[in-house]
């Protein structure tokens, strides 16, 4: 069973900054990939970014310039720094690590922070 804890929500004015932690109970390289998904009230979760294994990273188009997800693997920790936030960015963030048994995916997840943007 993986633990996934994050950190680092909270409520900022937009054009402001926040920076997510997700720390996980192993090696970031025993998951094919690491990821942010948020979800806002009434909307389904959806992808913001991910990191792979390789370092390889990924991240929705509205994010793009504004947020940097990165890691520390002696620390086993995910990052997401988010800048120049806007209202839209609100909802609750969750930490995702996908692993693969058998070519069949495994999602697991932290419980959540909440982010929430002021205009």
């Known amino acids: 069973q993986v633990q996934l804890v994050e950190s680092g929500g909270g409520l900022v004015q937009a054009g402001g900054s926040l920076r997510l932690s997700c720390v996980a109970s192993?090696?970031?390289?025993?998951?094919?990939?690491m990821g942010w998904y948020r979800q806002a009230p009434g909307k389904l979760r959806e992808l913001v970014a991910t990191?792979?294994?390789?370092?390889?990273?990924n991240y929705v188009d509205s994010v793009k310039g504004r947020f940097t997800i990165s890691r520390d693997i002696v620390k086993n920790t995910v990052f997401l720094q988010m800048n120049s936030l806007k209202p839209e960015d609100t909802g609750v963030y969750y930490c995702?690590?996908?692993?693969?048994?058998?070519?069949?995916?495994?999602?697991?997840w932290g419980q959540g922070t909440q982010v929430t943007v002021s205009s």
């Open positions: 995702n690590a996908r692993a693969a048994r058998l070519g069949v995916p495994i999602d697991s």
């Open positions: 192993r090696s970031v390289f025993s998951f094919n990939s």
């Open positions: 990191i792979t294994s390789g370092g390889f990273t």
